[in-house]
Each structure stands twice: as structure tokens, then as C-alpha cells.
């Protein structure tokens, strides 16, 4: 059975990408595009690793039947249960998992895990959106934290002990005062999940970066015969490009001048749009003259790194870049 026959709209991941942009949310429920991405994995090894930090517990991390509410509402029930990784909660249409509750002696201990070196506002929304379903259906909890990677941890294969590897951030309070904005994020978000919703009305901005649904917005009406959008720009291009919709102006070769004003690299801009707009090549007037200062042979170093979430490689920290090949390209006159 899967865990779609719940029935549900909503989950804290939905909600968090409606937040960052309703389009994305709708593309996701009506056409979504599964990307494989190294951050996952990443995630998957944390996950795993924080199952080792906190302890034994009744694990529902690979449990996806109908009735994981249930089974998680028996856990809750039975004293001899002290932690719970991956329980299952659902109030109206919002189901959100919980990374990990500790049963205390006055409620339970709520931790959102992240594989990152801090915290962010995305993890405040996440942890929140948790918070808000518990307590509606009766759950209190007494403390809350958001865990994430300590940058100062230290891998010791002879100890091999990851105790530290992990910092907590107590974020009750905060996330108290903002559980009450989840409502109205619920409330906003829902329509877009049903089959008879519209695709949102918006255009890219700095929300897009790194978002697998790019293309499609590109291909919309008022991008589909621009040949140089203004997002081609490095840096800040699409920061650029956002500022220039309202006024309908969308290609490259149609921005003023002035458009680059306060930018770090606007002299770089000016350059590449003048390139665009004559169809014409520039290299830099210093550029072969440097060439010609280096002597022969020459060597080209390249190097391939690994970044780690969790270490396992001896004196290695979470996040390091470690090299485990390289090549030397020579090349003679």
C-alpha cells in the first residue's frame, strides 16, 4: 500500500516550496520533474547517522502504509517507546514526519535534523509547520531544537565516536511565535494542490536558481522569443533580470545603461551586452600578451574532491573538500 491513500494534500516539503514559489508547488503536484541530487544522499547519511546519535528508537523512517498514523499514534501511546524516528502526523489535509520525538517527563522533544553547518529561515518553516500539526492534534511538545552539522567536528577513526559531529539550536520560542502563520500558509497553499487549480502567475526571478522547472518558465510567452534574456548574466543576473519585468523588458540588448548601476560588476555588464548587441567577440587587450610570459612546457592540474557530510576519512571535518584523484595535462610548444 502506499502512503498516497491517506488522504492528504499537503506536506511540510510542499508547503515549504509554496512558500518559495506557488508555481514550483504546482508544477510539483501536476508535473513534477524527480531530480537525483547529491544533497539527498547527503541527507540520507545524516539521517542515518542521527539515528546512531540519539539511540535506539521505533524507526518508521522505511515505513510508508496506510497505516504508519496509526502505528505512530500506538508509539506515542506505549511508555516503553522513548524515541521515535519518522512518525507520521496528519491534521485536515497536511501530513508532516517528524525526524525524531524524545519522550520527557512533561511532553515530547521535537528535533528537525539538517545537513548543513547552520540554521536558516527554511529550517524555522520546516521545524514550524511540525510544530503547528502536533499541537493541533493534541501533542505537546515541551521542547523543540533544530540539529544541525558541527564544521568543528573532527573525524577520529581510532575512537570512531560522532558524538560531536552534531549542534543543537533551541528553537521553541521562536517557532511558538510562528506557528501561527502556518495557518495561513496552509490556507494559501491548498488550492494550488487540487487537479482543478491554474498554474501560478510568476515570472523568474532570484527564487529560480538551481530550480529543475527553469526551462519550462523560460519557455513561457513572455520569455519564448527573447534569444538573450538578462539571466545569462553572471552573478546577478537574474536579480537584474527581475527588476526589468514590470517594465516588460526582458532581453539583454534592450537594457539602459543605467540598468547596471551599483552592480560590482557593471563594467563586465556593459562589455557583454555591447558583445550581444553588435554580435561581436571580445578578449581582453591584456590577455595574449599574458599567454606569452609563460614558458614552455606548460602543465594544466586538475583536481576531483569529495565533500562529506558526515567524515569518514581520518581527520576530516563535515563539508571538507577532499581530493581523491588528480591528473596533469602537459603540453610541450
Known amino acids: 500500500m502506499s502512503i498516497n491513500k491517506i488522504s492528504y494534500n499537503l506536506t511540510k516539503s510542499k508547503i515549504i516550496t509554496g512558500l518559495h514559489c506557488p508555481k514550483k508547488l504546482w508544477f510539483d503536484v501536476n508535473d513534477k520533474i524527480k531530480i537525483d541530487h547529491f544533497n539527498l544522499h547527503r541527507g540520507n547519511v545524516f539521517g542515518e547517522k542521527i539515528k546512531e546519535i540519539y539511540g535506539n528508537g521505533f524507526d ?96 577520529n577513526l581510532k575512537d570512531n ?35 482543478t487549480a491554474k498554474k501560478p502567475d510568476i515570472r523568474i526571478g532570484d527564487h529560480c536558481k538551481n530550480c529543475q522547472y527553469l526551462d519550462r518558465c523560460k519557455d513561457e510567452n513572455y520569455l519564448a522569443n527573447v534569444k538573450f534574456p538578462i539571466t545569462i548574466l553572471p552573478r546577478d543576473g537574474n536579480r537584474i533580470a527581475k527588476k526589468w519585468f514590470d517594465k516588460e523588458i526582458f532581453d539583454l540588448r534592450d537594457l539602459p545603461k543605467y540598468a547596471f548601476d551599483n552592480y560590482k560588476d557593471k563594467e ?25 610570459t609563460y614558458t614552455w612546457p606548460r602543465y594544466f592540474f586538475d583536481i576531483e574532491s569529495v565533500m562529506q557530510a558526515v567524515p569518514i576519512i581520518p581527520n576530516t571535518k563535515p563539508n571538507d573538500q577532499f581530493p581523491f584523484q588528480f591528473s596533469v595535462h602537459k603540453w610541450e610548444n
Do not use: M
Not at 504508519?68 to 522513548?82: P, R, S, V
Not at 521545524?127 to 531544537?145: F, N, R
Not at 511558538?176 to 487537479?195: A, F, G
Not at 581582453?284 to 599574458?290: A, E, Q, Y
Open 60 to 155: 518508521l523512517s522505511n515505513t510508508f502504509d496506510e497505516e504508519i498514523i496509526q502505528l505512530t499514534q500506538n508509539a506515542l501511546n506505549d511508555e516503553k517507546i522513548t524515541i521515535i524516528y519518522e512518525g507520521a502526523f496528519l491534521f485536515e489535509e497536511t501530513l508532516v514526519r517528524t525526524d525524531v520525538l524524545i519522550r520527557k517527563a512533561n511532553g515530547w522533544k521535537l528535533v528537525e535534523a539538517k545537513c548543513s553547518s547552520s540554521v536558516n529561515e527554511k529550517h524555522y518553516q520546516d521545524i514550524s509547520i511540525q510544530y503547528y500539526v502536533l499541537k493541533k492534534i493534541g501533542i505537546k511538545v515541551c521542547e523543540a531544537v533544530i540539529t544541525h552539522l558541527n564544521t568543528d567536528f573532527i573525524y
Open 161 to 195: 565516536n560522532y558524538d560531536n559531529l552534531i549542534l543543537e539550536v533551541n528553537v521553541l520560542d521562536s517557532i511558538e511565535n510562528k506557528s501561527h502563520e502556518v495557518s495561513d500558509w496552509i490556507e494559501s497553499l491548498l488550492p494550488i494542490t487540487k487537479t
Open 268 to 292: 563586465k555588464y556593459i562589455i557583454i551586452q555591447k558583445c550581444h548587441q553588435n554580435n561581436e567577440e571580445w578578449i581582453h587587450p591584456n590577455f595574449i600578451k599574458k599567454l606569452k
